[in-house]
């Protein structure tokens, strides 16, 4: 605040006699003249302290209000921007909140779809540990089926060995026996040309042992013949059988099967049979010959149990 100077302290120290600054001195005033400049100029002075003073008050008054006006507009602008920051501060937080609440449900979302990834991958590594599972069991399955097919060739291969032997060992026995066939019959002719009675077949096969003999020596000298008129032998037909099995209805084949039979029949470990020819006139028909009754009914049930399918074991004797 602006101090208020008294008027009667303006004129302090001014030198009564002194002139006023607007008026010039003159020589030979008289004292009443200097003392009305000295009034003047002290009224003069005393009017523009006072202005000075009304002035400097106003002044003082028009800031200290402006201040305050200023002051309260910063408050209440200050007020107005807190109030603005907290309300976008507000937005913010609730903007992320909805955000940090969109966020969890993604996450959740992700973690739900990694969940069943995870079970899928889990189920195909399994069927796949499966599926290695099979593929081993199927290669140890493979070789050993391989090895086993291989011991079984192997088996097969010998017993093709052993059975071509054994086909030797017959074409051996059954050339010794078209030669004690051949013998017998020369000699059979020799006795008939003096008797004038022709002997059969099966006179001739009834002079052959039911086992094959040790040795050709004991061939040498034929039984005597016994002529009878009737002929055993076991007729079997081939004419129905199909081209599949034709190598099944072979004079060899058909002869092997009635051995192998009969003997496991009677237990005779060496039977064979007397005889075995196709039919002149009908090449379809095999004869067996039989030393007897016995043997024919023997013959014919081991025929029929080992026959191929087609084939026809006859009834009649001729």
């Not at 004129?11 to 009305?36: E, K």
């Not at 074409?171 to 008939?192: D, H, M, P, Y």
């Amino acid at each position: 605040m602006l101090e208020v100077v008294p008027l009667a302290d303006v004129g302090t120290g001014l030198d009564p006699v002194s002139p006023s600054p607007s008026t010039r001195p003159t020589r030979g005033m008289t004292p009443s003249g200097r003392v009305q400049d000295a009034l003047r100029s002290l009224e003069n002075a005393s009017a523009r302290a006072s202005k000075r003073i009304k002035a400097r008050m106003t002044r003082a008054t028009s800031v200290s209000n402006e201040g305050e006006r200023s002051d309260e507009i910063k408050s209440r602008s200050n007020v107005e921007t807190a109030k603005s920051m907290m309300q976008r501060v507000l937005e913010m937080l609730a903007k992320m909140g909805n955000e940090m609440v969109d966020l969890k449900h993604r996450v959740s979302e992700q973690s739900e779809t990694i969940r069943k990834l995870s079970a899928t991958v889990y189920k195909q590594s399994t069927i796949i540990q499966g599926q290695e599972d099979l593929i081993r069991g199927l290669k140890t399955q493979a070789q050993e089926s391989k090895e086993e097919l291989r011991s079984k060739n192997d088996e097969h291969d010998a017993e093709l060995k052993r059975g071509h032997r054994h086909l030797q060992r017959e074409v051996v026995v059954v050339k010794e026996q078209l030669a004690r066939l051949t013998q017998n019959l020369n000699a059979s002719g020799e006795a008939t040309r003096s008797s004038g009675a022709r002997a059969t077949f099966a006179d001739i096969a009834r002079t052959l042992p039911a086992s094959p003999p040790t040795s050709l020596s004991s061939m040498a000298v034929p039984r005597k013949q016994q002529i009878a008129s009737d002929l055993l032998q076991c007729i079997i037909d081939t004419s129905r059988v199909s081209e599949s099995n034709k190598n099944k209805a072979q004079i060899g084949s058909i002869r092997q099967a009635i051995e192998t039979e009969v003997r496991a029949m009677n237990g005779q470990g060496t039977w064979r049979c007397a005889a075995v020819v196709r039919e002149s006139r009908n090449a379809d028909r095999v004869k067996i010959a039989c030393r007897d009754e016995a043997e024919l009914q023997m013959v014919k049930e081991a025929a029929q149990k080992t026959a191929t399918e087609g084939v026809r074991v006859m009834r009649n004797r001729s």
